[in-house]
Nanobody, 120 residues
């Protein structure tokens, strides 16, 4: 069984920084893409940032220049560094990973979600 466990998040003032991390554990053979989504109250879940296994990154326009995604493949961990936070960044943040397990199964996994609240 493979799972994602997120850490980080919390309450921060606008303009400050916050970091999130998400570690995959279990019977993992390889991980392809990893990324972060967020969902604000009453809104759909949107992709914030993604990273392929080769290091190609994607960012939503709303976070370009402020957020940085990175990953440590040896630790099966993805990070999201969020700088210059704005009130509109307030949401529950979910990590996701495209995992191939040791039984050859292909899974798209989600973390449990972590709340990020930015006070203005």
């Amino acid at each position: 069984q493979v799972q994602l466990v997120e850490s980080g998040g919390g309450l921060v003032q606008a303009g400050r920084s916050l970091g999130l991390s998400c570690a995959a554990s279990g019977s993992i053979f390889s991980i392809n893409s990893m990324g972060w989504y967020r969902q604000a109250p009453g809104k759909q879940r949107d992709l914030v940032a993604g990273m392929s296994s080769s290091g190609i990154t994607y960012y939503a326009d709303s976070v370009k220049g402020r957020f940085t995604i990175s990953r440590d493949n040896a630790k099966n961990t993805v990070y999201l560094q969020m700088n210059s936070l704005k009130a509109e960044d307030t949401a529950v943040y979910y990590c996701t990973a495209d995992v191939v397990d040791r039984q050859g199964g292909h899974q798209t996994l989600w973390g449990q979600g972590t709340q990020v609240t930015v006070s203005s």
